[in-house]
């Protein structure tokens, strides 16, 4: 199977966008990363909503200059939403330093009594070779895999008590794990390789480190399946998705030749942020809460600019159906949980 549809790579017009999605007022939001690209993007328009967001990333002066910008943009003009009730607030959040995910969402938590929608969007691609986090793991894993679950895995119960307030409707609370197309190159059959998960050994930019990204987003994709599949009946909405191919900080890393040829293929990064609104508000109804196995949503993939997806033929997805790996990679970072959490 192709790593990127067709659809994906030139998707159709939005027909979901902010003008679709209401008052936000007295809910919650986390965004991980949303100092540039489509997190910066998704915050700007869940604050003109007028929601109350945290940008949890690991510079303050990024974020605090993130916030200052979204604050001093116009608003896009909204059918029914008057903004201007909107809050923004830094969240100290390092995904290469495991202590202050804790650290993170112990001060969350301190703040708040409730975590309406949280979107694990902050990733990193093709670093090279070797990199580690502080804690060692490969980097790809480390950041865009293993720190989400765990700072999701510190959040749940939070999550858990606003899906049961009685104001909240079923399927509204929902965590959105920001994966990519790029979840289809990783390693077969599962998507992750079991045996040597860092693959160190794997070198050089297609063999290597975008395998890596790949398998990191693969377990992205494998998370929010198998959080639908233990939460879901509880009332929560877990979803990965492909956020588009856009113009961001993304291919820092990359090589100026990559970027230069590539370049002319990126959308808007605001197009991005649709993408992640709709996995954060579109209707998935009280039906649709059944898993994506059964003919619902939950765990399912949403393609570019908001379209819900099918993955026929995805070895991922056939591995979460058939070989129960969402559950084994769940297993596997609870061995990794530090002894001291
Ligand atoms: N752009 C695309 O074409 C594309 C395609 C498929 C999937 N995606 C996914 O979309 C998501 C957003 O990417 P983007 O394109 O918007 O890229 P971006 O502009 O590079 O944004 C990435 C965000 O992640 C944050 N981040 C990176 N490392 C971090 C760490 N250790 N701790 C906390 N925050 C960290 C960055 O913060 P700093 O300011 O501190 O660096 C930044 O805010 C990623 O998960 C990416 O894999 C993007």
């Known amino acids: 199977m192709a790593v990127m549809k067709w659809s994906e790579a030139f998707p159709p017009t939005a027909t979901f966008t902010e003008a679709n999605i209401p008052d936000q007022s007295g809910r919650v939001f986390i965004i991980t990363g949303g100092t540039s690209g489509c997190g910066f993007e998704l915050a700007k328009a869940v604050y003109n909503l007028n929601g109350r967001i945290y940008i949890a990333g690991r510079s303050q002066d990024r974020v605090e200059a993130a916030i200052d910008k979204i604050k001093s943009s116009p608003a896009a003009p909204h059918p029914n939403v008057e903004t201007g009730k909107g809050s923004l607030h830094f969240l100290y959040l390092d995904l290469e330093d495991m202590p202050t995910v804790k650290s993170a ?84 059959p599962d998507g992750v390789n079991w045996d040597d998960v860092a693959m160190h050994d794997k070198k050089g930019f ?24 233990r939460y879901g009946e509880k009332g929560l909405l877990s979803v990965s998705l492909h956020p588009g191919n856009l113009k961001s900080n993304l291919t820092r890393h990359q090589s100026w030749l990559f970027r230069a040829l590539t370049n ?73 949980l530090p002894d001291e959490v």
């Not at 297609?206 to 599949?229: C, D, I, L, P, T």
């Not at 109804?285 to 399912?300: A, D, F, H, T």
């Not at 908001?306 to 979460?320: I, P, S």
Request: overall charge negative; hydrophobic content about 40%; aromatic content about 12%.
């Open 105 to 188: 969402a112990d001060e969350f938590m301190g703040k708040e009594e409730r975590l309406d929608v949280i979107w694990h969007n902050a990733g990193i691609m093709g670093v090279p070779d070797g990199s580690k986090t502080k804690q060692g793991f490969e980097t790809h894993i480390g950041v865009n895999a293993f720190a989400p679950w765990l700072f999701q895995h510190f959040l749940t119960p939070l999550c858990l008590r606003t899906a049961a307030r009685s104001e909240v409707q079923p399927f509204s609370t929902r965590v959105i794990w920001v994966s990519s197309a790029g979840h289809r190159g990783s390693p077969q």
């Open 264 to 336: 002319p293929l990126l959308y808007d990064a605001h197009h991005g942020a649709l993408t992640e609104l709709f996995a954060g508000f579109a209707d998935a109804g009280q039906e649709e809460g059944r898993m994506v196995e059964e003919g619902g949503k939950n765990g399912s993939f949403v393609e570019p600019w908001g379209r819900w997806g099918t993955e026929e033929g995805n070895h991922v997805f056939d591995g979460l159906r058939e070989r129960n790996t969402g559950e084994r990679l769940w297993a596997l970072c609870e061995e990794w």
């Open 206 to 229: 297609m063999s290597g480190v975008m395998v890596k990204y790949g398998q990191s987003k693969a377990m992205n994709v494998m998370h929010a399946h198998e959080f639908a599949r």
